[in-house]
């Protein structure tokens, strides 16, 4: 059974680099089935999408932390991470990581259009303060 | 900045039947498929329908999700104390090329 655990500092200084790492146990990162995704969520508030690896290294970000943002792959570890770059307090969150893949007639494909997220990590959390 | 719109909270007494709608646009739940989550307080998101209207195995029939032209919904039906959460929908928006999640909804059981 496929499980993820975030990994990484609690705390991060403002214009820094937060650094994250997702461990996969009970399972393959390089699966071809499966996208690999982070997510977070700020206090009290909804789920933010931050973006999408596959295993080959291809990603999808999104629109409006793209320019921050650059997630990578490490198969000999089991592992993908994120970095995001020049935080600020806005960045302080839950940050969950997640596996997704989309199943269907007994068979799975790694549709990044049609995928759901599951399992998802415990999530960690990190916060922006000096 | 979510692009779906979710009521902010629902309530219901045990039983009871409540429905959380999620509306959206062509360029995401009109022209993908829409999965929603469940998030119990304090713990990390669950998949709790894939597909519009599938659940995984492990998920009661109580709860069951539909999709038509721009907007889906998600049915709680037999409403239990263990249902209070927050529930999240998500679908993939073309125009944006991102995956998108509703505003989420609390469902508070009375």
């Known amino acids: 059974q496929l499980q993820l655990q975030e990994s990484g500092p609690g705390l991060v200084k403002p214009s820094e680099t937060l650094s994250l790492t997702c461990t996969v146990s009970g399972g393959s990162i390089s699966s071809p089935t499966y996208y690999w995704g982070w997510v977070r969520q700020p206090p009290g508030k909804g789920l933010e999408w931050i973006g999408s690896?596959?295993?080959?290294?291809?990603?999808y970000y999104n629109p409006s932390l793209k320019s921050r943002v650059t997630m990578s792959v490490d198969t000999s570890m089991n592992q993908f991470s994120l970095k995001l770059t020049s935080v600020t307090a806005a960045d302080t969150a839950v940050y969950y990581c997640?596996?997704?893949?989309?199943?269907?007639?007994?068979?799975?494909?790694?549709?990044?259009?049609?995928?759901?997220?599951?399992?998802w990590g415990q999530g960690t959390l990190v916060t922006v303060s000096s | 900045q979510s692009v779906l719109t979710q009521p902010p909270s629902t309530s219901g007494t045990p039983g009871q039947r409540v429905t959380i709608s999620c509306s959206g646009s062509?360029?995401?739940?009109?022209?993908?498929?829409v999965n929603w989550y469940q998030q119990l307080p304090g713990t990390a998101p669950k998949l709790l329908i894939y597909?519009?209207?599938q659940r995984p195995s492990g998920v009661p029939d109580r709860f069951s999700g539909s999709k038509s032209g721009t907007s889906a919904s998600l049915a709680i039906s037999g409403l239990q104390s263990e249902d209070e959460a927050d529930y999240y929908c998500?679908?993939?928006?073309?125009?944006?090329?991102?995956?998108?999640f509703g505003t989420g909804t609390k469902v508070t059981v009375l």
């Open positions: 690896i596959y295993y080959s290294g291809s990603t």
């Open positions: 998500a679908a993939w928006d073309d125009s944006l090329n991102g995956q998108v």
């Open positions: 062509s360029s995401n739940i009109g022209s993908n498929t």
């Open positions: 597909s519009n209207n």
């Open positions: 997640a596996a997704a893949r989309y199943c269907s007639g007994g068979s799975c494909y790694p549709s990044i259009r049609k995928n759901w997220f599951d399992p």
